[in-house]
Structure formats: C-alpha cells, structure tokens
C-alpha cells in the first residue's frame, strides 16, 4: 500500500459511481489484438456487446462500417443507425425476431443470422419469405458443450445447409463457434489446446459441408482467451472477439492480459469507515460493480473487484470483499493491514475498482468517461434488448 | 411439468427479454405489508430503490408525494421531478454530493441524509452552510456488523449529534438502521430473533441520545425479512422495506413469502435445444436475469431463476443453471427429466423465469411490462446514477 493518500486529479471531478476507460489502454488492447489477428491470417469480426460504444466500435474496425459481432437487436440497431453495414447476430435467432432483424437489411445493413436447429431454420426460411428480405445465415457448431450448436460432425449441420440453400430468402454462409468453455481453462497450454479444439471443431463441421458439396465461405471462431493463445488459425476465416478490448480480472488470471491491461475502471467514492469490522465502504455496489464473480474460482479470487488509487495504481492488498445494491465493502487480504487501508483511503477520497468482468460492468451504465490522460470524454452506450 | 406446452396469451406478445410485473400480486405485497405496519403501529417509508418506478411508489404510497426512502441521488431526482417531497436518502452521505441534494430541496423537497462519522457530519455542516440549505441528518446505527454505522452505545452516537445541532444548516432528525444479516437468517425463530436485535439497537442508540438531552423524532428500521417477521417494534417510528413490492426467491427462502407471491419474471423466448448437454437454452442470460445468485447458500438454490410457463406456473423441476451474457442454460434437477424438459419447452415459446434478487434484476431494465389480466402497460423505471 502507498504511504500517501491517492492522487486526485481534477479531471476525475465526476459523480461516483462512474465508468472510466483508460483510452491509452484500449488502444493498446486493440492494437495488440490487431497484431495476433495478422499473425494468425484472420479477419477479425469484433464482437461489440462488449463495450457497446460507436465511438470504441469505430476504433476497433479503423473508421470502417463494420464488421461486427453483435449480442442483441437492440445493438444491432443502435450500430445500424450509426452507420455500421456488415452485422453478425451471434445467438439463435427466432422467428419472432425476424422482423426486427429484416428492418436492419431495409434500411441498408447485411445481417448475418445463426441457427443450429432443422426446424428452426425451416421456420425461419418462411419468416424470411413473408418479410420479403434476404439473409445469410450461419450454422452454429459446438466445439466444447459449452452452450450452444451441432458437434462438428452432426449429420444435421449438412441437412441445415440443404434447407438454407433450398429456401427463397436465406443464403448458407458457412459455420461459426464460440469455445467459452476456455474461459474454464488453467495455464498457456491448456489454452492453446482449447484454442486449437475449437478450430479443429469449425474446421472439421466446413469440412464435411464441402464434401457434401457446400461452399462453406465463413469458418468463424470467437473467444479472447482462445485467440490470445492460438498458434494456428488455418481454415479459419474471421475471429469475434470481445472482451479484448477491455480486458477484465479474468482475463488477467486467464493470462490474457496484466492487471495493467484492463482499461475499465469503475471511479467510487469511500462514503464511510467501519473499523470495528475492518471494512471501507464505497459508493459502488452489486449494480456498480455487477455480482459477477468470475475470478472466485481462478488463481486469484478478486471478490468483486481490485482496489486501485485514483491514478490507477492497484492497492494490491485490496480487494471489495462484498457488495450491496450500493454499498461496496474493501477489505485487505491481510487483516493487519486494516490500519493502512483506513489511512490510505479517507472518507471521502476516491478510488478505482477493476472489474472481474467487464461486459457485465459495463451493463449498468449509459455513459463511459473517457479519460486521454487529459480530460474525461463522455461516450454513451447501448443497453437493454 | 405438465403434460401441455405452455399457454401464450396474445398479452405477452413483446420482445423477449422483458420484465414482467404480476399487477394483482404487486397490489397484494403491498396490501400485506401494509397490514403488517398498521399492527405494529410503525409508519412506513417504502424503500423505492427496488421498483424505481413513480407508477409502483405511487401505489405503494397511496397516491401521495412520500414518505419515500431512496439508494441514489438520481433516484432521489427522479422521484422528486415526479413529485415525491419526502425522501430519505439511505446511503452515507459525502460532501461532493451535497451539490445534487441542495438543489432538491430547492425544488421543494426534504431530503433526510444519513451520517456515522464524526468529521464527515462536520464537512457536511460546511457543505450545506456553504449550499445555503437545510437538512435533516440521521445518524447510522449498525444492528448486526452487516455494512455501516455506529453500534448503539458508541458515544460517537451523541458527538455527531451534538455537531449536526451546532451546525446552522443541518437539524439532527434521530437514528436509523438497516439489518441486513436478516437475509443470512435461517428460520422463523432466528428471523425474528433478528428483527429484535435490529429494534433493540435502534431504540437504545435512541434512548442514549435522549439521555443526552437530544430529541430522536425518528427511529427508522428497514428489511423485509425482519419486518415480515417481527413481533414488536415498540419505540420504532418507521420502517423502510423496499423487496417485498415484487418479493424474489432469496424472500421465498426465508420465509417472507411463497413462489407464487412472487410478482416479478422475466419473460424469455426458448432458442435452442441442446440435447447432447441437457440444456434449453433462452434469451435471457447474465445481463436480463442478473448474476445475482442469492440463493446459492439457501434452502432451495434455483441456480440463476425458477423457469414457470408462460401463464407463470412454475416448473417446478427448471432452473436456469448457467447464465452468458444473452444466454440462459435451463435444466431439471431431475436429469432423467430431460426428454418431457425438450417436449414441455419447443423452440420459439415463452417461459418467465422467477428471480433470485428482484432489485438486482429490474435495474438491467428501462421499462416494466405490467399485466393487469388483460393487457401489458409500459411503466417506466430509473436506473444509473
């Protein structure tokens, strides 16, 4: 713990609870993803539920229209109306969904669907006909019994195919998984394994599509721990990775990324001392911090969150052990260091929390401060369905 | 599980995910709270940090304009642009907020703010000084070592009291406590073994202070747990309970109501069948449920929420077991349950699915979608801060 109270700049003179994002950082992150995606031969398809931000989408995809991976219609939307064209909706579609995802192709938008159901996608052959617009649509593949989609040589995946390609208004596109059993991984090697199974998974479900005579055009795969330990990519043609550019408290336990990496903070106020149970209590709680506790059964168990100085320094003996609605509880590891934490930390004075998961941080809040190491830009965001 | 699909009455026809309000039960926790108060002779100040919604504390109010208790200073604006003039805010107050609470009471509102920290209740007598308002100043009392507050017979109790009094802008209003470890208690005998722990604390950090010759108009309590379970609140004034408007699981667990009082769902679409894993899969994950997973610990651990049929019958055997961001992963306690799981649920119908913690998963919302019986009405809420 530093011996003096943490700085205060003026331009961290907003209302707590805030969410900062480390500018100089989230270049840094998607510039680094940027690198492993050229080494590694794919195009990258960045999936932007996580920051859910135009002005940090725009960033990711160098001024460009797309394209994107998105989580919601509601995103989907949102990065239509400012201008992105090239869009993957990344989660079963329904057919009560149509409609709102055809109004997206309407006003000019490629939207790309996914399925991995037979009937479902002879549904949605017919949704499609009435709506009266075209969409490519991709087959999901299940490369760990992580969540969704066909193990790759699931005979459906070829029977899917026929009935896209047989139908008036959808076009078969090619496969794509998403491996977030990676996220359960422990150690580079079991990474890179994990990394390699979900390649080997799109790439073996593109393969049996070819030789059933499909052109099997986007072999799509997405997880940031995956990516980030991959040694080959070969047979893939585009990576949706999300979190990258923010990085999290898993992702550094992951070995992703360092501490140092994570470019969203949530600014808290302390708000009261009660030294008779050892805690510091903050303005930011289980909304401001989310109750995602990620990292509890990972190397390092932040609770729910690291306790940084206001220059983003992290207290490395801090972490919030609890949280209410709004009411966040610092505690130190070591229990002997109570006296220093109520010294470094006044009432009053303000701190940063990095979060165990950043996309679900992030949720609570319309509006990220944007701090270029001189002032703080507020960006908004898209929330909600 | 029963033996039909689920009914899909044209009322429930929104997008997916959305937050249901069961009207009839709403008005019923309300009523029943009500009573509960009336016996025990305690006013109510309904703790509106669960609905956030001015069409909810309306009816919890009876049409007035308070008494209120609020978690956020945007709450607190909120409330008092609908008209609300009562409001406590329940969370330590810091000097760098006293801006935002000034200029409520300009607008012609009394905000109670809440203090347990000698020099914190002096900076704030500057603040307000400097503001040129007044307000009333309760000071925090900690029954049961949860979060803040000062333990009864602190005799910091009676220096804070004596400096809001010296203080030209502040007026010492009494004592206020939240219990919060009622939600740790198991059984009725233990919860109302805390509900007189949280009185006693208050009454006798009540009666020091009128030892020392200070008046202690209000004597505030506030938990659903314990109020539902009390038995006594003799020299208790009032009472701020917020949960038990919509009730969740976690209150189920305790004790404090059943399932089926249970007002709050999230409505969710069924989008893919993983039979190889035993999973159905719904739109409604991490984000639209929250990962508050408060009943982990509890009787009955419902995972991340009990999945009824769209007419709000639960199945008694589902649980969403696994939440990603967009995705709930549903699953029977009974694995040999599996094959009438797929049968009960197709792809493409609606379920609801019955909350762990209802403030935690109303705040992911902008809008409530309450169903009178006949028709869903859109209320808004206010989130942020």
Redesign the interface.
């Known amino acids: 713990m530093p011996a003096t109270a943490p700085l205060a700049p003026d331009r961290f003179d907003v209302?707590?609870?805030?969410l900062l994002v480390d500018l100089a950082r989230l270049d840094r992150n998607i510039a680094r993803m940027n690198t492993i995606a050229a080494r590694l031969g794919v195009d990258l398809r960045p999936h932007v539920?996580t920051a859910k931000c135009t002005q940090i989408a725009r960033r990711i995809v160098g001024g460009g229209t797309g394209p994107v991976t998105v989580?919601?219609?509601r995103e989907a939307e949102y990065f239509v109306a400012d201008g992105f064209r090239d869009l993957l909706y990344a989660?079963?579609?329904?057919?009560?969904?149509l409609a709102?995802a055809a109004a997206l192709v309407r006003a000019g938008a490629s939207v790309q669907l996914i399925v991995?159901?037979v009937?479902?996608a002879s549904?949605i052959a017919v949704a499609a006909q009435r709506e009266d617009v075209t969409f490519e649509v991709l087959i999901e593949i299940?490369a760990d019994?992580h969540?969704?989609?066909l193990?790759p040589m699931d005979p459906r995946i070829v029977e899917i195919a026929r009935g896209l390609e047989a139908a008036s208004h959808l076009r078969f596109g090619g496969v794509m998984t998403h491996a977030?059993a990676s996220y359960g991984c422990v150690g580079a090697e079991a990474l890179r394994r994990h990394a390699e199974l979900e390649r080997s998974a799109v790439v073996q479900a593109a393969a049996q599509l070819r030789t059933a005579g499909f052109d099997c055009a986007r072999v799509s795969v997405g997880s940031t721990p995956s990516m980030s330990f991959a040694e080959d990519l070969s047979g893939v043609t585009e990576a949706r990775v999300g979190v990258y550019v923010f990085n999290d408290l898993v992702q550094s336990n992951l070995g992703v990324c360092t501490v140092n990496d994570i470019a969203l903070s949530v600014l808290a106020?302390?708000?009261?001392?009660?030294r008779?149970?050892g805690r510091v209590?903050i303005?930011a709680g289980?909304?401001?911090l989310?109750?995602?506790?990620g990292t509890a059964g990972q190397a390092i168990d932040y609770g729910y969150g690291q306790v940084c100085a206001i220059d983003g320094q992290p207290l490395a003996d801090l972490r919030v052990v609890e949280v209410?609605?709004?009411?966040g509880?610092i505690a130190p590891r070591d229990a002997s260091a109570s006296a220093a934490m109520f010294a470094a930390l006044p009432?009053?004075c303000r701190v940063r929390v990095l979060p165990n998961h950043a996309?679900?941080t992030a949720?609570?809040?319309?509006t990220y401060q944007v701090d270029d190491g001189v002032a703080l830009q507020r960006w908004p965001r898209c929330?909600?369905?």
């Open positions: 209302d707590t609870p805030a539920k989580s919601t219609l989660v079963s579609i329904v057919p009560s969904k709102r991995d159901d009937a479902t549904d299940d019994g969540r969704a989609g193990r977030g106020t302390v708000i009261s001392h009660k008779d149970t209590i303005d289980g909304l401001a989310s109750k995602d506790h209410n609605q709004e009411h509880l009432i009053g996309c679900m949720a609570a809040y319309d929330n909600g369905w």
